[in-house]
Each structure stands twice: as C-alpha cells, then as structure tokens.
C-alpha cells in the first residue's frame, strides 16, 4: 500500500483547498498523512478517515530558524514512516519538502504551486528570495 505525505506550512491551507484530494486518494486505498504547522484544527472528515496530522513549526517567515527545526521534524517523519510519495504545497514546505529527497532519495516528490510570492508587481524582497529557491530547487 503506497504512503502519501502531504506537506504544508499551515493547516488552513488543507482545509481550504486538499480535503476532496486527500480523500480520494483514502479511498482509492492510499495512507495518506499530513505535516503542518496546525494554525487552525484539521477538517474532522480527514481525522475520522485516519489521517495523521504531525504539529510541524513551520513559519511562513522564509529566513525563520524555525523552518530549520520544522525540517528536522520532517526528517524524523520521513524516518519513521517510509512514505513513497511526498506531495507539497505552498513556498516555505515546498522548500523543505523537496530537501528531503536529498536524504531519502527514493521518495517521489510532487509539487504543487498555489500561486507564487514573485510576480509582475511584486516586492522587490519576494522576488529576491522566492524566485532564486524556485529555480534552484
């Protein structure tokens, strides 16, 4: 049986848009979990389905020494749990996320953009520090 981990910076962001993927992945018979800073409390749909939720302190601050502790926690999920896939979303888990392949090189990395920081218009700083981690990485 496959093992999805779903990785977002902040909980809201599964509520919002990932509920109806994550359950149809449950029910197409995936294991599907997530990792996130729990800003609100996850959907209870996901909790009765047997979604694991890990509490990740994730700050949506890029240069935050918090995300630097968020992706040891990530690592030790990794670890423990083997998962075959790893989905991400949203900038700073997106980034974190597809590091850990450095570590655990078999595991499939899927990414998906919910818009990005850079764009005609935007600050000078967003362009300076999300333009230059979405080319690289």
Not at 36 to 61: A, E, T
């Amino acid at each position: 049986m496959k093992k999805i981990l779903y990785i977002t910076t902040v909980s809201r962001t599964i509520n919002a848009f990932l509920i109806p993927h994550i359950e149809m992945l449950i029910d197409k018979g995936y294991v599907v979990d997530c990792a996130c800073f729990i800003d609100k409390p996850i959907d209870k749909r996901l909790i009765s389905k047997g979604v694991k939720v890990y509490n990740v302190p994730f700050c949506r601050k890029p240069l935050s020494l918090r995300n630097l502790k968020a992706f040891w926690r990530l690592r030790f999920i990794q670890k423990i749990n083997k998962y075959d896939v790893v989905h991400v979303h949203t900038p700073i888990a997106a980034l974190y996320g597809r590091i850990l392949k450095l570590w655990f090189p078999k595991i499939k990395i899927i990414y998906t953009a919910h818009g990005y920081h850079f764009y005609k218009g935007a600050p000078k700083i967003a362009w300076c520090m999300f333009y230059p981690m979405e080319k690289l990485i």
